[in-house]
């Protein structure tokens, strides 16, 4: 048995830190684990629109109102112009839970002109 010297202040306030600092990651995480999560909720609103050089661009925040990813989140336009119909989609690789992606959508018509549509027509669960 080897003889040790008492363990110093600077030694227990360094080990009550480190538990304390442990014991609230822990909890975090089970919080985490034990939380209920909403599956993804992706919505596209579109943001105004303006034109530049001679085209109509229309912006559009899709946003997952979710907590889990969403896939390939595929985000479609459609702008009736009297009956004629001019459709254009993106694609998002990835939107997390709470995330925004920004999207801008291009038209030779100007929307205001006409009835604009704009929709999240599918997407997966990774």
Same mark, same amino acid.
């Given at each position: ?29 089970? &919080? /985490?684990? #034990?939380?209920?999560? %909403?599956?993804?909720?992706? @919505?596209? *609103?579109? =943001? ?24 390939? &989140? /595929?985000? #479609?336009?459609?702008? %009736?112009?009297?009956?004629? @119909?001019? *459709?254009? =989609? ?37």
């Amino acid at each position: 048995m080897t003889d040790r010297a008492p363990r110093t202040a600077a030694e227990w306030t360094t080990l009550a830190i480190a538990s304390i600092v442990l014991a609230v990651l822990v909890g975090l995480i089970a &919080v /985490q684990l #034990t939380s209920p999560r %909403d599956p993804a909720s992706p @919505v596209a *609103e579109v =943001d105004g629109h303006h034109e530049e050089h001679g085209f109509h661009h229309v912006d559009v925040v899709v946003t997952n109102h979710g907590d889990e990813t969403a896939a390939n &989140v /595929q985000v #479609t336009a459609e702008l %009736d112009m009297d009956g004629e @119909v001019t *459709e254009a =989609d993106q694609m998002i690789d990835f939107l997390a839970g709470g995330e925004e992606e920004e999207l801008v959508f291009i038209f030779e018509d100007d929307p205001a002109d006409g009835e604009l549509t704009v929709v999240v027509s599918g997407f997966g669960v990774p």
